[in-house]
């Protein structure tokens, strides 16, 4: 597609219910990225996909957070038993590669957990 | 321990003044620095960028500097228009990391 897509956009779910996140990035675009910002705070990076391999998933705060890549494509965050301090919006961006070059990023999708 | 800080959450400019926005980080690996610019309930927007072989990076009105002895960077936004107003964040990448770090950011209100 032209640019970064995500959705939902908004999601509001029940603290302990499962969410899933999707990112469908720019196409050719073989490095994707997910990060979170969380109210007042800065971007926060949660993992690093290169191809269908995530080489990096040191940001993510605990085993709750998981996340595939398939087909060089669509990128899938999973969010299991949500606690209210997972609530941030949660960001997808794509570079053209990895690395020194700049990452397009999607709208975000806003998570509320209440 | 946060690599990239941006001391200033807000600053405010009038219409047709000079913006500097400023960055310091504290990882000497770092070798490229980006600026984002970010509008409420849209994801950020590549702004302008400098590898560490570079002092200044120019593009229209905005103009990235580095310093890489002080480990400093800014941007500067000259002449500031009402539609700058966003909230401006600076990340660095240590290219064999392949990981952005960002700041928490800069809101940059102009007054018209």
């Given at each position: 597609g032209a640019g970064v897509s995500q959705s939902p956009s908004n999601k509001v779910t029940e603290k302990g219910k499962d969410v899933e996140l999707r990112c469908d990035p720019?196409?050719?675009?073989?490095a994707l990225y997910w990060y979170r910002q969380r109210l007042g705070q800065g971007l926060e990076f949660l993992i690093y996909f290169q191809g269908n391999s995530?080489?990096?998933?040191?940001?993510?705060?605990?085993?709750r957070f998981s996340a595939e890549r398939t087909g060089e494509s669509v990128s899938t965050l999973t969010i299991q038993?949500?606690?209210?301090?997972?609530s941030a919006v949660y960001l997808c961006a794509s570079p053209q590669?990895?690395?020194?070059t700049e990452a397009f990023f999607g709208q975000g999708t806003r998570l509320t957990v209440v | 321990d946060q690599q990239v800080k941006q001391n200033s959450p807000s600053l405010s400019v009038q219409e047709g003044r000079i913006s500097i926005l400023n960055c310091d980080y504290t990882?000497?690996?770092?070798?490229y620095f980006l600026w984002y610019k970010k509008y409420p309930a849209e994801g950020p927007t590549f702004l302008i960028s400098i590898s560490s072989i570079k002092d200044k990076n120019e593009d229209g009105r905005f103009t990235v500097f580095l310093n890489k002895s002080a480990k400093h960077l800014s941007l500067h936004i000259v002449?500031?228009?009402?539609?700058?107003?966003a909230v401006y964040f600076c990340a660095a990448i240590h290219s064999g990391t392949y990981k952005y770090i960002f700041g928490t950011g800069t809101r940059l209100k102009v007054l018209a």
């Amino acid at each position: 597609g032209a640019g970064v897509s995500q959705s939902p956009s908004n999601k509001v779910t029940e603290k302990g219910k499962d969410v899933e996140l999707r990112c469908d990035p720019i196409s050719g675009h073989t490095a994707l990225y997910w990060y979170r910002q969380r109210l007042g705070q800065g971007l926060e990076f949660l993992i690093y996909f290169q191809g269908n391999s995530a080489p990096d998933k040191s940001g993510l705060p605990s085993d709750r957070f998981s996340a595939e890549r398939t087909g060089e494509s669509v990128s899938t965050l999973t969010i299991q038993r949500t606690q209210q301090e997972d609530s941030a919006v949660y960001l997808c961006a794509s570079p053209q590669w990895a690395a020194n070059t700049e990452a397009f990023f999607g709208q975000g999708t806003r998570l509320t957990v209440v | 321990d946060q690599q990239v800080k941006q001391n200033s959450p807000s600053l405010s400019v009038q219409e047709g003044r000079i913006s500097i926005l400023n960055c310091d980080y504290t990882n000497s690996m770092f070798d490229y620095f980006l600026w984002y610019k970010k509008y409420p309930a849209e994801g950020p927007t590549f702004l302008i960028s400098i590898s560490s072989i570079k002092d200044k990076n120019e593009d229209g009105r905005f103009t990235v500097f580095l310093n890489k002895s002080a480990k400093h960077l800014s941007l500067h936004i000259v002449p500031s228009q009402p539609g700058d107003s966003a909230v401006y964040f600076c990340a660095a990448i240590h290219s064999g990391t392949y990981k952005y770090i960002f700041g928490t950011g800069t809101r940059l209100k102009v007054l018209a």
